[in-house]
């Protein structure tokens, strides 16, 4: 461990920064631990194809001041690359200093992710509005799950009774795109109602309430301006409160996906590059919105018959990335890979079709496509790639549009090339599709009543030792899914469960830690034990896995929802929960985003990859000691999973220590449980 990242005896405060200290990774030239990628990456070195993992290597050394944080372009002055140490160097041209730009990028980086998430949401919205309005026909989309959308309409105080489902469905739509415009300044009803009131104080109190997601946006690039603020905190809980509308364009785009989709349910398929079967019309879904890709499903189905015709079985959607998870958790669409598999997934010959909608899709997935027969279709007016086709995606023709695009996957089944073709093997069951509503019905095998009260006791009598959220990209300084699978197996073995969702879902799932029963093989005794009890309670008709499959990025809403039940269900704020979650690759702006309310939620959060903040003493002490003091959750940056696995469970140890020695208290003097974290 280097000293940069001893751990203390709470589990938090990682030390002050010492100069000179630089423990990050050499690049690691094991690439990938994923056996199916290994095969595909030697496939493309012998047919001299570069890939994303060549590239890395081809940037190194990265440029340092970038890498701390410490390089501003946010004016055409610069770029000033500037140096604390060095006299003359310290500031930029304006005078700002080291703290004020590491801030800003900081906040900056937030923002993208926030207006990532939050697009997608402002999608589905528009989608379930104009479903309500009878714009879009039912052959494209309905409403699926009224029962949630009764929930959901309940939770954020409107009337139900009597109120039929298409203008229930208008004035939840309306209610949520109101969390996108609002121009009072009372706080976003999805962030207000799924909290506890412990943190909607805390957020009041420190001001950093989001009255509009897009206001949220449109302040932090103002305040981060040239010229503008130059305070580091304030800086800082601007970047939080656009974090939390981060929060709540994600939780509206899982509670209303749900309403349009279905709420999952647990499902059993298949993961990693192996569910390309040559025999059939490849097609794979790839981006995060499932308003495309779901229709693709169907479209599939509809059209099998015509993919028979032109000599294949049938057609094979596979997923990649987010909307992999979307499918997988609502259909059982195979999982192909996670966000570093991309390219590899077009080098095994018979992807026929690879469909796009937005964000985490490489550019280079059309040079690689060039190699091969793949077509590659852009849908979303935001994403257009030189080369590819684009088809104009709209929500009102979209059955017809998506059987448009698996028709051009057809037709490029008849240009592959056999002595292109390299499938793989290497696939893995899974049993995926846990929706907190899932997960409480299992619970609920054990307690009808209290469900979330299983899971508390059995952390507060010690047969497991918490839980743990994992999230999160490949980020190639990292061997692809190394980080994820060892701290993942490191906190099984010490009897944590474990909840996952994106890539580091995709990373387990490949790996085989959710194959049904595979909790058998990776938990420890008390995991097993705890486990092994709610399936027998349950009587699933499949096994548990090792690792809960929570869904898509947008989805660690869900694992939000957990951790404030279990803080509802203990009596306590989520600070005392002993919960806590790591992102061992994260790449995107949106695990910034995601990483910054997660913290501001009070959840302690590993991230395995540095951060640009290392720059700044002053920032990085604000994420990894001073905000535990003012929010409970804190980072805990540490690109070692070795350590990375003891200090995640020191963090739950010292809040189940905390929690039992608050209650015993409690019972001792009769008063109501402390509220220090
Ligand atoms: O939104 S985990 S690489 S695919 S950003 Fe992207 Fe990261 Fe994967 Fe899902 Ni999330
Ligand atoms: Fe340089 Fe200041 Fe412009 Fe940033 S805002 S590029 S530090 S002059």
Not at 252 to 272: E, K
Not at 488 to 501: E, Q, S
Request: hydrophobic residues 40%; glycine residues 10%; negative net charge.
């Amino acid at each position: 461990m280097s000293p940069r990242h001893r751990n203390t005896q709470l589990g938090f405060g990682a030390t002050a920064k010492q100069p000179g200290a630089r423990p990050r990774r050499e690049a690691d030239a094991r690439h990938t631990v994923d056996p199916a990628a290994c095969e595909l990456l030697e496939e493309a070195k012998a047919r001299g194809i570069a890939t994303a993992f060549d590239r890395f290597l081809a940037q190194q050394p990265q440029c340092t001041f970038g890498l701390d944080g410490l390089c501003c372009r946010v004016c055409i002055q610069g770029p000033c690359r500037i140096n604390p140490k060095k006299a003359g160097m310290d500031r930029g041209i304006c005078g700002a200093r080291d703290y004020t730009i590491v801030a800003r990028n900081l906040a900056r980086a937030i923002a993208g992710g926030t207006a990532c998430h939050s697009d997608h949401g402002r999608h589905i919205a528009l989608t379930l509005l104009h479903v309500a309005q009878g714009e879009i026909g039912e052959e494209n989309y309905r409403i699926t799950d009224e029962d949630k959308l009764r929930r959901i309409a309940q939770r954020i105080g409107l009337e139900t009774a009597g109120v039929p489902v298409a203008e229930l469905a208008r004035r939840v739509a309306l209610a949520a795109l109101a969390d996108y415009g609002r121009y009072t300044d009372e706080p976003c009803t999805w962030l207000d109602t799924t909290i506890t009131s412990g943190r909607q104080a805390k957020f009041r109190h420190c001001g950093i309430n989001p009255s509009a997601i897009d206001r949220a946006v449109t302040e932090i690039m103002n305040q981060t301006a040239m010229g503008m603020d130059a305070d580091p905190v304030n800086i800082i809980f601007g970047g939080l409160r656009t974090a939390l509308a981060d929060y709540t364009g994600m939780h509206i785009s899982t509670d209303l996906s749900d309403v349009l989709f279905g709420t999952p349910t647990p499902i059993v398929s298949q993961a990693n590059l192996g569910v390309i079967d040559p025999d059939y019309v490849n097609i794979a879904t790839h981006g995060h919105n499932p308003t495309l890709s779901s229709l693709v499903v169907d479209a599939a189905a509809a059209l099998a018959e015509e993919a028979r015709q032109a000599g294949a079985k049938g057609v094979n959607v596979v997923g990649i990335c987010c909307t992999g998870n979307e499918l997988l958790m609502r259909d059982g669409v195979y999982l192909a890979s996670n966000v570093s598999g991309q390219e590899l997934a077009i080098m095994t010959g018979a992807l026929d079709a690879m469909i796009v909608d937005v964000q985490c899709i490489m550019p280079s997935v059309r040079a690689v496509a060039e190699c091969y027969h793949t077509c590659v279709i852009a849908t979303n007016p935001l994403v257009k790639i030189p080369g590819t086709y684009h088809v104009d995606f709209r929500e009102e023709k979209a059955l017809e549009t998506a059987k448009e695009m698996v028709r051009l996957a057809i037709q490029s089944y008849g240009r592959r090339d056999p002595d292109k073709i390299r499938t793989t093997d290497h696939r893995q069951d899974v049993v995926a599709g846990w929706s907190l509503e899932a997960f409480t019905d299992l619970l609920a095998g054990l307690d009808r009543d209290r469900p979330v009260k299983v899971l508390t006791d059995a952390i507060l009598e010690g047969e497991i030792r918490g839980v743990a959220l994992f999230a999160g990209c490949n980020n190639l300084k990292v061997a692809q899914d190394s980080s994820h699978l060892a701290i993942l197996k490191g906190l099984l073995a010490n009897d944590v469960f474990v909840v996952a969702t994106g890539c580091s879902a995709g990373a387990a799932a490949k790996a085989g830690l959710m194959a049904p029963g595979s909790f058998e093989q990776f938990g420890g005794e008390g995991l097993k034990r705890f486990l092994g009890r709610l399936r027998d309670a349950a009587g699933t008709k499949y096994g548990l896995p090792a690792v809960f499959h929570f869904g898509s990025c947008v989805d660690n809403t869900r694992a939000a929802d957990l951790w404030t039940a279990m803080a509802r269900e203990l009596g306590v704020d989520v600070p005392k929960v002993p919960f806590v979650a790591s992102a061992p690759e994260a790449m995107h702006e949106k695990a910034v985003s995601i990483g910054s309310w997660v913290v501001a939620m009070g959840i302690p959060t590993h991230v395995g990859v540095m951060p640009h903040i290392e720059g700044s003493e002053l920032v990085y002490g604000v994420g990894t000691q001073v905000a535990h003091d003012v929010y409970g959750g804190y980072f805990i940056l540490d690109p070692n999973p070795e350590s990375a696995v003891a200090r995640l469970l020191d963090a739950l140890e010292y809040r189940v220590w905390k929690l039992r020695v608050h209650r015993k208290a409690a019972e001792r003097f009769g008063t109501t449980l402390s509220t220090v974290y």
